[in-house]
């Protein structure tokens, strides 16, 4: 039995599992639909695996958004494994592709889905990405989920840029019962001193930090990012804990993009993908796996507090392909 079907079948027979896996299964509903009714067309029409038959999976695979280089990997791997153990009929590659899809992300590295959590003193978490991404409305959303977890979480609006965003973060604050840290018209590096030099006097356990998304010019923004790292090193040793990237999962491949530019400007932990209810294109977190090297720790799946999941790569890849 393959990967798929071990945890296919745990999930669909464990009550408490198929509750946690339904946001997964309602949230990547579109990107589903999508992909399995095209191969199992693409089954329908190839009986028997042949040069056509890769050659339009590779098609599909590649509007799906997994990623060019991703998608030239995969299927060398598919064509080995057909070659070795003499598979012929197409629909018994099915679940070969969801699995060798599962090992792509695992690929025997230690990908750290967690966050990292200061032993001693409050955590910081920084958020950055460009304007438009969903950060703010990420930032609220893991607040409310951290509070509920009985933490004691600060709000800093570090986005002294945006019109809105001050606001936008103040809102989350009253939904979630977390006091926000500001300043109008201000240096970021001083409002964020200020938040955090709060959240070690008030003994906070988890400060969540908004930047700015500007990634035009970059000198600019690199200059700002390192002057808010030493701000906050300053304070508390070895922090931020965590420097999360923000990426809207609709934006396909510019997504990438942006994710390779962020790591060259700053130390980036993880990516948090939103909006990934909303695209058909949900193989956009292998892609980033592949291409960029950086773990996907959150997943937005709806509009909803809730629906902003820990990354599961098993809940993933089985409300990707459970109609398979």
Not at 61 to 85: H, P, Q, W, Y
């Amino acid at each position: 039995m393959g990967f798929f079907n071990k945890f296919k079948n745990l999930f669909t027979s464990d009550p408490k599992q198929q509750k946690q896996v339904e946001v997964y299964d309602k949230g990547l509903e579109k990107s589903r639909k999508d992909f399995v009714s095209k191969i199992t067309l693409l089954n329908s029409k190839y009986k028997k695996v042949s040069p056509e038959y890769f050659e339009e999976l590779e098609e599909i695979l590649i509007m799906a958004d997994i990623g060019v280089n991703t998608v030239m990997s995969f299927i060398d791997r598919l064509k080995k494994r057909v070659k070795t153990e003499h598979i012929e009929n197409s629909e018994d590659l099915k679940e070969i592709i969801v699995d060798e899809m599962f090992i792509i992300y695992v690929d025997n590295s230690i990908m750290v889905n967690k966050i990292n959590y200061a032993e001693t003193g409050p955590t910081v978490i920084l958020f950055v990405g460009v304007n438009g991404v969903g950060k703010t409305t990420t930032i609220g959303k893991l607040a409310d989920k951290l509070t509920k977890e009985g933490k004691k979480v600060l709000l800093v609006a570090g986005d002294t840029f945006r019109a809105g965003a001050l606001e936008q973060l103040c809102e989350w604050g009253e939904k979630t019962g977390c006091a926000v840290v500001f300043k109008e018209n201000a240096d970021p590096a001083s409002v964020i001193y200020d938040g955090v030099n709060k959240a070690i006097l008030e003994e906070y356990d988890v400060v969540l930090i908004d930047t700015a998304g500007r990634l035009q010019n970059k000198t600019n923004l690199m200059s700002e990012l390192e002057k808010i790292n030493k701000v906050i090193g300053k304070l508390i040793a070895n922090a931020p804990h965590e420097t999360l990237l923000v990426i809207d999962a609709t934006t396909g491949q510019n997504g990438i993009s942006q994710a390779k530019e962020f790591k060259k400007i700053t130390n980036i932990t993880g990516i948090v993908l939103t909006k990934l209810d909303g695209t058909a294109k949900g193989g956009i977190v292998l892609a980033i796996k592949e291409e960029v090297g950086l773990p996907v720790k959150y997943v937005g799946l709806g509009e909803t507090a809730l629906d902003l999941q820990t990354f599961d790569i098993e809940k993933y890849i089985y409300g990707l392909f459970k109609d398979m």
